[in-house]
Structure formats: C-alpha cells, structure tokens
C-alpha cells in the first residue's frame, strides 16, 4: 500500500532533460530559443488557419455573441426575480418569458453554430497540413529515407498530426472564448475598485513564474514524448515488417524486450509531461485562492479602517472567483496547447528539410529522348572516404542493349541510381542525347525511363491496378498484352479474380518471381525510351525466363537498355557488356571481344562454365 | 470499455489517491467562501481583527493543503494512467508476437499500429481525465439537484424532469459517436497505410514519376479521414448546445411554475432564486460533459480495438507454451514430408498437394521448380510459419506440430527471399540470429557466408550502422549478410530462399563451398542447376506438385521437366563451350 502510494513520486526523470545548465554541448535548449521556436511554430499554424479566415471571423463573432447572450441569460433571471417574482408584476410576464426562451435559444445556436464551423476549419486546416507534409515526404532526397525508419515518419504523418488535430477542435473555441470573458472581467473589476484589482493581480507575477517553471519542462517533454513515440512507432512497424524472421528465428522474447524498454521511455516522458503539465491548474487554483485571502484579508483590515465597504469586498471575491474560471479554463488547455506545439514542431521539421536538391532554373522539359547516354569520368561515394564509382566513363549509343556485370558490390545499382539522379555524381558528369542530366528536370527524364528494381514493390490494389503503376492511361487490352509479354498472364488467370485479385502491400500472397513477373510487366506498360532491368530476373527460373526473353528482346527492339544480371544467358546477347569491379569500369565490349580479351570477365566466365561442367 | 479497466486495479491504489486529493482539493474549495464568511461577519462586522487573522490563517492552510493535494493527485493520476497505458501496450504486442504467422496476417501491418499507439493514447487520456476531472461532474450535478429538493420539492423535481431525456439523449448519442469514431479509427489505419507504401516503394514512385498520383491517393484517403471525423465531431459537439437547451427550459418552467406558486404561497422568493441558482450550477458541471462524451467514446471506440486484438485467437503458439520443452534431446535435421498439402488462408488455390518426400541428417537437399511453383511454400513448412492442411511435416520422425516451435526453430536457420534486416549495426544483424554470441562468432559466421571482407571495407567495420533495409548495401551482400545471420545459429536445418540471386557466380560458388562443409540439413531454393547438380536430393515442383525426386543424373534420365530446364540453362551455352 504504502510502496503504491510512493511509487508514482519515484518514476525517474528522464536523463538528458534534467536541469537546464547540464547539457553543455550544442544542444543549448535555452528557455528563450524555446519560446522562439514555439511562437514560430504557432505562427506556421495560424498561417494554415489563416487560409479560412472569413470562417474563422464568423466564428469569432459567434463566440462573441455567445458569450455576450450567456451573460445576458443571468441578468434576466435577475430582472424576473426583481420585477416579476417579488413585485407580482404585469402582464408581459409571458412575453418575457418568451423572450428568455429566445435568448436561450439564441445562446444554443450561437454556440452550435461556432462548434460545428470551427471543426470544419480544423479538420481542413488538419488535413491540409498532413497532405503538404505528405507531398512534402515526395520532394525529399532519397537518402533520407535511408537514415530513418519508416514507422517513425508515419508516426510524424498520424499520431504528431493528430495531436495538432485535438487540440484545434476543443481548444481553439475555448481559448476564445476564455481571453474574452477574461477582457470583460478585468475591465468590470477595474471600474469597481482599481485598489483591490491591484491586489488581486499581486499573483500574477508568481503566476507568470510559476507558468515559465512548468513550461521550461513540459516543453521539451512533450517533444520527448512525441519522439519516443515516433521511435516506438518505427520499433512496431519494423517488427511487425519482420515478423517471419522473428518467427522462425523464435526470437518473439528479444522483440518484447527491444517494446519494453521502448514503451518504458514512452511512459516516463509521457509520466512527466503530463504530471508537470497538471501542476498549471493547481497552481492557478492555489494562487486564486490566495488572491482570495489577500482580498479578505487587507480588505478586511480596510474594511475595519473604514477604507471601503463590506459590499465591495463580497462583490470582489466573486470577480476574483469570476477572474479565475477563465484562467483555469486557460491553463487548462495549455495542456493540450503544449503537447499539440509539441506534434507540430516536429510535422515543421520535416517540412524544413531540404528538398530533393530543386532542379536547376535552367532544366529543360524533354520533348522526346533518343537514348544516347555517357558517362564521363563519373565518381560517387555514399560517404565521402570510399567512392563506390570511380572515374567511369563510357558511351551508349541508343537502342543498344548493355549489360553491367561484376562482383556483387561493385557499383552496378549505384551506376544505375546515378542515371535515375537519386543521386548526383560528385565529379564528372553523365548526359542523355548529350545534355548533362543535370540540366534536365528530374520528373521528365525519369519519364522517359522505365525501371525494374531490385526489390519489386507493388502496391495493395488489384493486380491490374499494379501492371497499370506502369502507365496510367494504359487501357485494359494494353494491361493484358503487357502481362502476356512478360509471361505473367499464365498466373494471373490461375488466381481467383484474375487480374482483379487484390494484392496486399508488399504483395504477399504470390511468390517472388511472380512479383518480379509483374514488374516486367509494368515496365513493358511503360513504353519507355531507356529500359533499366536490374536484377529483374534474379528470381524467375529459367524455364520461364527463356519465355519471357522473347518479350524482353522484343521490348528492347529500339530502345536503350542496361541489364543487370549475374546469368550468362541473359548477358551474352547485350550488345555491349561493361564490367565493374570496386568501382572501376574494367573492361568493355561484346561476349565475343571480352573473352579475347582474356581478363577478368574470361575468368568469370570460365568459373561459371566449370560449375556447369560438375 | 469495461475490460480496459482491469488493467487499472494494478494501479487502483494510486488511482483512488488521485480520486481523493481531488475530493480534498474540492473540500477546500466548497468551504473557503464559508471562511471568508467568517472573516467578513465574526470579524470585521465585530472589528476583531484577531479573527480576521485566525481565519486569515485557516485560509492559507488550507490553501496550502489544496495545493499540495493537487500537486500529489498530477503525480497519482499521470501515474495510474501512463501505467494503464504502458501495460496495455506491452500486453498488446506480447499479444502479437504470440499469434502465429498466419494468424498475424489477418492484421494488416498498419492497423496494428495505430492500435498500438493512437488508440491505447486514447484509452489512456480518457483514463487520465476522468481521474482529474470526471469527479467533479456527478458530484456537483448530483449535489445541485439534492439541495433544489430539499429547498422545493415541486420545483427541485422540474429540474429532476430535465435528467431522464438528458440521459436517453446523452447514451443514444454516445453510442452513436463510438460507432462513428470507430470508422474514424479505421480511416486513420488507411491514412498509415498509404504512408507505409509509400515510404516502402519511393524509389519505384520516384522513377515512374507517380508522385502526384500517390498524393492524389494519399489526399483522398485522408480527406475520408477528414470527412468522417467532422461527421462524428458535429454530432459530438451539438451535444452541450442541446444540453444547454434542455436545461435552460427547465429554469423557464422552474420560474414559471415559481410565480404561480408563489402567489399561492406555496414557495417563497428565496427558494425559487435558491433553485435557479442550483439548475445554473448544474449547466455549469454539464458544460464539461460534451467534451467528456468525445473522450469517453473515441476511447471506447479505441478500447474496441484494442480488445479484438487482444481477443483474437493466438493459433498454435499459445498451445505450444504449455508442451514446454519436453523434447529436449536435441534436433539432428532429418526432414520428412508425409503426403503434404498446403493452402493459405487468404487463396482458395491449393499451393502444394500430396508432397512426400524423405531427408536424412546432413545432406543437401536442392528445390527447383518455375516461378510460383511452391518452392517457398513448402520450406515454410519447416519451421511452423505455416501448417499443412493434410499430412505431416515430420522432423527427426516428429510431427512439427509435436514439437515446441522454440525448439524446432532454435535448429533451424532461415533465410527468406526478401530481404529483412532491421536497423541496428552490420554486428547487430548478424548477431540478431543469436543473442549472446561473441565477436569472434560473428566473425566467423561472416567470413563463412563470405561477407567478411565487405564488411571489413565499410566505413566503420562491423559497427556500420544500417538503415532499416540495409540500403547502404548492394543487393548480394544484403543476401550474405542474412546469410551469416542463419549460420551464426549453428542450424541443425539451414534453410536457403533463393538467397544467392544476386550473388556473382565466383562468390556464391565459394559460398555454397563452405556451405558444404556444414555438418547440417541443407535446403536450397535455386533456379540454377549448378546448385543443384551436387545435391543429394532434388525436388522439382511443377504447379504445387512433386513431379520428380532424386539426383541430378537420375532427374536427367526421368523427367522431361528437368531436362528442359538443363537445356534452358546449358544447352546453348555448352554448344559455345
């Protein structure tokens, strides 16, 4: 009993926020630059806000008319219970009844009215907000994504946004409203006895100190919180995104574990946000109620001077009391206020990172491509000690196919990643019909090409709705000539629904070179000027392979292709081959010139042909 | 909703702390204006300023006491429900990670999460609320119409008329909103699944410039979200309008009814002002109560949720838990299949159909077969993620289904088609396959899957930090990265999907090299009749069937199947040979 009744008091403050002068280090997250950063963050906001602005006016008035009609409503009962209930009165009793009934009616209204209006314009200001931020996601560098986990943005998409999204709907009206009624109150208390307000406001002082205490806290919690639920949110999904490889690894108790300790930081943070978060009602209450002493008190003693009358005092502890409801009400949604800066501050940061390096001013729209592409002295590392490119330069002429082989690790995706420009080269350049692709806008070229990746991503829809990803306006006959060239109709048909089976993401359900199958098929749909298969049959078997080769050359006829493949088969018919290693460009040429060349390329070859001869 | 809260009797003693600081906070409050009353007439009225003083003082204390009393009750309350929440979480994905494989895919990924975060957050806050200020309504509602009672019974009643439509009104329009938002929830699971496919294809979206389509999708998936929530919250919101409707008709009639009354001298002024005043107090707790009913039923809504996943079945793996570990002597990786057939839940298609075959301890086992043939299927099988719907997967002569799955995955090494790595270091990764195994271990299983070196040249060696797909590596050294993961658990059964398909020919030969040095049961999924030609079993799949078993030389000689793909492979390349 008594260890439960400690316990909460022992919940140890998170690590890194305690005290402000401990972190000594870049990370000064001064009072003052916290207040910066929140008025920026409101202001950004407001500016989303701002864009219903006759709205927002509409609902302003009806807080003033509301709170204007909530006053009258008791100053009514006043007059019925002074004119009518004691004096007996005349016969406009009814008449004024119904009058009440209409300001009552009128009260309701004005009120609806403001709610309803008012969640229009933050469910729209909300979903504007996480549509830029999700528009945004599209313009960001690729590396990005490298650096983050996938359930951790989501998290910023939901659960951040959403935070923003709760505290508009109640908060707004009421933040309204209280300033309001706060204005009138402080205006009314002045006329009666400016002494008194005088004394009344000795608290505010402690007030904005003991408010600039808890907010130097409950600001960087509530980002805590939002942060460790962002990582908590990427813990999930990457788990939940391996489950099979916990299952059969059993390794279920070491997922629990990696939760644990995650949902643990989640529940200090969030312990502390909202246990100092509590203390602003408390405060306020306490330091009403002292105000309420000091008016009894040094009014009492007034009194007794004969300074002022007992009335005045009695009429003051109810404005005081009058004084703080609003308050309270205030610092009580400065709960939500703050955990909802908390959200949006981090929906900004991502916002605020750069974009995908903008194309320069001068980049041309392509009205057609040829296909002729060159690389010329291209190098590019991931990180800048080790260059994963190394001076590669070669040329293609369009319509030929190429074929990139070579150790796994050598370059040949990255060569590829630099054509599409989700990367750029740190030195030399590459150009397509002799224009550096730097020139080009990103969305044209890139319209030009068709890709089959590595790891084949379709989409939860239709397997028609997949081929289509390929080109939109592709008409149904289309869709289906495209998966018969790349041999996927054969399965498809078998499934139930065929072509309108649902898939799920990720497309689990059908097997790896299905997917693969699909992908071809996409591409096919595409039409493209340079055709870029890496690895696009790694998982097909030969048999099938062999079937789609028809498709795949015919689909090649005329265009500029780059294959990526570790299969002879499929290599030995490339116009041109290009071997890398480490990096470097080795050799090049055709099958033939290659394997008189008698390199690097004779060996790998020789290697795979000894295997065969087992 | 109930259910959420026997998740608070662990806390139950900090939660009744909150409720009473609340009610001691609340004491003081109610009784200050009768303090001040005794300052005003004991003392000033008297000019005894000592009593001004005393009560002065009293005052003070107990504002002082409230204030304290608050301050606990932030600490109670934030701890009883962080705690709720915490618990309810851990419960929920323990939950989870205990479904089997096939029942956790009845989930979609992105539901699961947002049950796991945005609504135990939702079943928390209400929690939360109701601790700091649920109290105060009933109490002060319920005062209110007592005292309207005793003043005046008639008139006290027509404030009793306006309770029963507001409560009719009040649960017909929870119930509604719970419904309501419950959609909402399920609104918000496609908003993150959306995200999730885009996050997960955003290289292919980039290359096929679908952006604008994806934020098309994106905007139409999130304006439903938009459309649903302004529904349930205009329904939610008329709920204090109308409560102030109602409520205020009932002071017409109280002052209706008053005048009549008091002409006929059955009530005086003062009690009809006495019984306004208290319906007025009643607005004012109501008031609070809109607001209470958009907690209360988003977070019934959410505790819905939350128990459909804590209600679902947990298929084989709860079973398994009570066989414990009787079969301790340990696996040697003799796999059998006994007239097997396969099909998953969500297609009608049977994948495999009446497999048999035989393995011993140690040898190698090769699946070859055309794409969508079942190959994955049927390693599945192996280690439980999926079931057979007739027959038995038998390993060491034990029915799979016999065995504890702990057991029987302890031995085996699995390495899927898809590449599945987790954020952490390259270390970690391979380290992932066996928690306390040691440096050297990693090592060693490194170099054995032939990664060794390629790690050795990244920037930090072993302590490269990965994203979350490994995207700073290539194709083929994420495959041997997996690779070394499997082998570092010292498999009694090592199971290969297609896990060298990106690997150059000199590597993966090296690799299948050391593969054979493995004293384990080896299965490989291959396209490449090089894998396969040293195997000592071959298994071609043809369309879910096993059309033909045995070695290489025999396949050749029997299945016309085989041979095609022999010549699909060979045949030209031989003749250049």
Known sequence: MLKALIEPFRNPYPRHLTGESVSGKGDTGKPKTKVQNWSSTLRRVWSYLALRKGKLMLVLLMVVLSSALALLGPYLIGVAVDDYLEGGGGQDWVYFLIGLAVVYTLFSLTSWLQNIWMIEISQETIYRLRFDLFSHLHKLPIPFFGKRQQGEIMSRVTNDIENVSSTLNSSAIQIFSSVLTLIGTVTVMLLLSPLLTLLTFTVVPLMALGMRWITRRTGPLFKQRQRNLGELNGYIEETLSGQRMIKAFSQEDRAIRGFQERNERIRLSGFWALTISGFIPKLMNALNNMSFAIIAGIGGILAIRGAITVGIIIIFVEYARQFTRPLNDLANQWNTLLSAIAGAERVFEVMDEPEESSDEQAAVELKQMDGAIAFEQVSFGYDNNRPTLNGISFKVKPGEMIALVGPTGAGKTTLIQLLSRFYDADSGRVTVDGRDIRSIKRESLRSYMAFVLQDTFLFKGTIRENIRFGRLDATDEEVEQAARLANAEPFILRMKGGYDKVLDIGGSGISQGQKQLLAIARAILANPSILVLDEATSSIDTVTEIKIQEGLERLMEGRTSFVIAHRLNTIRSADRILVLKDGRLLEQGSHDELLRQNGFYRDLYASQLRKMAL | ?577
Not at chain 2, 5 to 34: C, D, G, N
Not at chain 2, 494 to 515: N, Q, Y
Request: charged content about 20%; hydrophobic content about 45%; glycine content about 6%.
């Open chain 2, 1 to 577: 909703m109930l259910k959420m809260l026997s998740f608070l009797y662990k806390y139950r003693i900090a939660a009744v702390a909150a409720l009473l600081m609340m009610l001691i906070e609340l004491t003081v409050e109610i009784t200050q204006p009768y303090f001040i009353a005794k300052i005003i007439d004991d003392g000033i009225r008297q000019d005894d300023i000592s009593v001004v003083w005393l009560w002065g003082g009293v005052l003070t204390v107990s504002t002082a006491l409230a204030f304290a009393c608050g301050i606990a009750s932030s600490f109670f309350a934030a701890h009883a429900s962080l705690g709720l929440s915490y618990d309810l979480r851990e419960k929920l994905y323990r939950k989870v990670q205990s479904f089997s494989y096939s029942v956790f895919n009845r989930f979609a990924a992105p539901s699961l999460i947002t049950r796991l975060t945005a609504d135990v957050n939702q079943v928390q806050d209400l929690v939360f609320m109701s601790l700091r200020f649920m109290t105060r309504v009933p109490l002060v509602v319920i005062g209110s119409i007592l005292m309207a009672l005793i003043v005046n019974v008639k008139l006290g009643l027509l404030l009793v008329l306006t309770v029963p439509p507001l409560f009719v009104f009040v649960v017909w329009m929870t119930r509604k909103a719970i419904r309501m938002f419950h959609l909402v929830q399920q609104r918000l699971d496609n908003v993150n699944g959306v995200i999730q496919e885009n996050l997960i294809g955003i290289r292919l979206i980039r290359v096929f410039v679908r952006m604008a389509n994806e934020i098309g999708r994106f905007g139409a998936t999130s304006g439903k979200l938009m459309q649903d929530s302004v529904r349930v919250l205009r329904l939610t919101e008329s709920t204090m309008p109308f409560i102030f409707l109602l409520m205020n008709a009932g002071i017409i009639a109280v002052l209706w009814f008053g005048r009549q009354d008091i002409s006929t001298g059955s009530a005086t002024v003062g009690e009809v002002v006495a019984v306004v005043n208290y319906s007025l107090r009643t607005i004012g707790a109501l008031s609070v109560l809109s607001w209470l009913v958009v907690v209360y039923s988003r977070s019934s809504a959410s505790a819905e949720r939350v128990q459909e996943v804590l209600a679902a079945e947990d298929g084989m793996e709860a079973a398994a838990a009570g066989q414990s570990a009787q079969n301790a002597c340990p696996i040697e990786g003799a796999v059998e299949f006994d007239k097997v057939s396969f099909e998953y839940e969500t297609s009608e298609l049977a994948v495999l159909s009446d497999i048999s075959f035989q393995t011993y301890p140690g040898e190698r086992i090769a699946i070859i077969g055309a794409t969508g043939s079942g190959k994955s299927s049927l390693i599945q099988l192996i280690p439980r993620l999926y079931e057979p719907r007739e027959g038995a997967v038998r390993v060491d002569g034990t029915d799979v289904r016999q065995l504890n799955p702990f057991a029987l995955r302890g031995a085996i090494g699995y390495v899927p088609q898809e590449i599945t790595l987790f954020s952490g270091t390259v270390r970690e990764n391979i380290a992932w396959g066996r928690e306390d195994a040691t440096m050297e271990e990693v090592m060693e299983a490194a170099r054995q899957a032939q990664i060794h070196e390629t790690i050795g040249s990244l920037s930090d060696g072993y302590h490269t930090m990965l994203g979350q797909r490994g995207v700073n590596l290539s194709g083929g050294q994420k495959q041997r990265l997996m690779i070394a993961r499997a082998l570092i658990r010292r498999p009694a059964i090592l199971i290969l999907d297609d896990s060298t398909s990106a690997l150059d020919v000199r590597t993966e030969a090296a690799l299948l090299e050391e593969l054979k040095m493995l004293s384990c049961t080896t299965f490989i999924i291959t396209q490449k009749i090089s894998s396969t030609s040293s195997a000592d079993l071959i298994l071609l799949l043809d369309e879910g069937r096993l059309i033909a078993q045995g070695k290489h030389e025999e396949l050749m000689q029997t299945s016309e199947l085989y041979r095609r793909i022999y010549q699909s492979q060979y045949g030209e390349v031989a003749a250049h040979a």
